[in-house]
């Protein structure tokens, strides 16, 4: 069965990084597009960006162009998404998500807290 | 950006009554080469990550129950809930990924009246 499973919870301060880790199973990592969604505590869901974890081609959306980097290692079918510069109003459950042209399957969510 | 306009807010509805939650696209997700409407619905459950329930506007994923169902097309969507169960309370999100920035409906929560 199709599986997404997420690095763990993390802290961070205002101006620090954070590397999210997506491992993929039960199919095969490069036939799908990889995205990665976020949600802010009690808000809705923003797209952040893409991955072809077959060749590595991303595309962000505007907010993020310059401090989001998304990278594959498809020795170990897993995807990564690192955000620079964090905010405080960017503490969030990040999620990886599947697109097979929808949205399939959803990773368990990572959550992010910024502060000080 | 293609904005996602869900209605109502939020909805309180009896167990076994019907549940009716819209979403609007302020551009068309349907794709005349394959005849298909860009356009999906997920239920977010407090806690959990969102599941799809609906893809291609109408086609429920498996393991679905029938009380869902999902119609419209071009800019004009609707999902259906016919008979509430106290297991639907959640979030329900519109979701268009015709085009690229992929967005959502802002979301509209279901509770039991």
């Known amino acids: 069965q199709v599986q997404l499973v997420q690095s763990g919870a993390e802290v961070k301060k205002p101006g620090a990084s954070i590397k999210v880790s997506c491992k993929a199973s039960g199919y095969t990592f490069t036939d799908y597009y990889m995205h990665w969604v976020r949600q802010a505590p009690g808000q809705g869901l923003e797209w952040m960006g893409w991955?072809?974890?077959?060749?590595?081609?991303?595309k962000f959306a505007q907010r993020f162009q310059g401090r989001v980097t998304m990278t594959r290692d498809t020795s170990i079918s897993t995807a990564y998404m690192e955000l620079t510069s964090l905010r405080s109003d960017e503490t969030a459950v990040y999620y990886c998500v599947r697109e097979a042209s929808f949205y399939d399957y959803w990773g368990q969510g990572t959550l992010v807290t910024v502060s000080s | 950006d293609i904005v996602m306009t869900q209605s109502p807010d939020s909805l309180a509805v009896s167990l076994g009554e019907r549940a009716t939650i819209n979403c609007k696209s302020s551009q068309s997700v349907f794709y005349n080469y394959d005849n298909k409407n860009y356009l999906a619905w997920h239920q977010q459950k407090p806690g959990q990550p969102p599941k799809l329930l609906i893809y291609?506007?109408?086609t429920r994923e498996s393991g679905v129950p029938d009380r869902f169902s999902g119609s419209g097309s071009g800019t004009d969507f609707t999902l259906t809930i016919s008979s509430l169960q106290a297991d639907d309370v959640a979030v329900y999100y519109c979701?268009?990924?015709?085009?690229?920035?992929?967005?959502f409906g802002q979301g509209t929560k279901v509770e039991i009246k």
């Open positions: 291609w506007a109408s």
């Open positions: 979701q268009q990924y015709y085009y690229t920035p992929r967005t």
């Open positions: 991955i072809n974890p077959k060749n590595g081609d991303t």
